[in-house]
């Protein structure tokens, strides 16, 4: 084979690589054992691109989130029972609903790095196909679990004209979103940082599907 059939090849063999990194880092669990039981359901809900964690819409977590309502995202409606929260690249999360929207500018920044956004939104009652996965947790987990989904934005300001509806904001959060910190490993850190057992590194979403079935079966 000549240099430039190797060349070609190599783009092909690191998603290959990369690929069986994200199993290996979804099977290989973190030092945590917490989960699996508990009286707070938090749901894991798999969307086109990543993982979002669908809070309860609780006195204390309505009060928590605070500033999403300010900014306009109607947490207090009586309708609401759910708090959608995602992080993910600026660029790329909030330009993008599903894959169609990709354009190799936006995913190259993604890749390579850009400054992370929190995702806020709300939810109703959940369908039985919504698909949504749920994680049983303690009080002390669940709390744990809120505040460092918090952390991720510790002084949240909203990014302007950004939003995929009238009931959701992006703010500006904290750390960088690349290559090896996605969104779906963001969700390893939060869980991990709740003392939930969970993979240790989960970069795409079959990654955390894996590591929920292995690790938090319901």
Known sequence: MTWRGRLLLLP?????LYLLAAVAGALWPNDRTGGGE?????????GPI???FLLPADPAT???????????????????EWIVVGWGARAFYTATESYA???AATVWRAVSGDQSVLHVSVAGALGDDSGARPLRLTAAEYGRLRDAI???APAPDPVPD???GPYDRFFAATGRFHLFRTC???VAEVLDRAGIRFGLWTPTPFAVTLSLARFQAD
Not at 12 to 16: E, M, Q, S
């Open 38 to 46: 508990g009286p707070v359901t938090v749901w894991l809900l798999s």
């Open 101 to 103: 929207d990709l354009g």
């Open 12 to 16: 092909p063999a690191l998603v290959g």
């Open 162 to 164: 950004a939003g995929f």
């Open 184 to 186: 779906n490993v963001w």
């Open 50 to 52: 990543h993982y979002d």
């Open 150 to 152: 918090l952390a991720s």
């Open 62 to 80: 309505v009060a928590a989130f605070g500033f999403a309502d300010r900014a306009g995202v109607p947490l207090s409606d009586p309708r609401v």
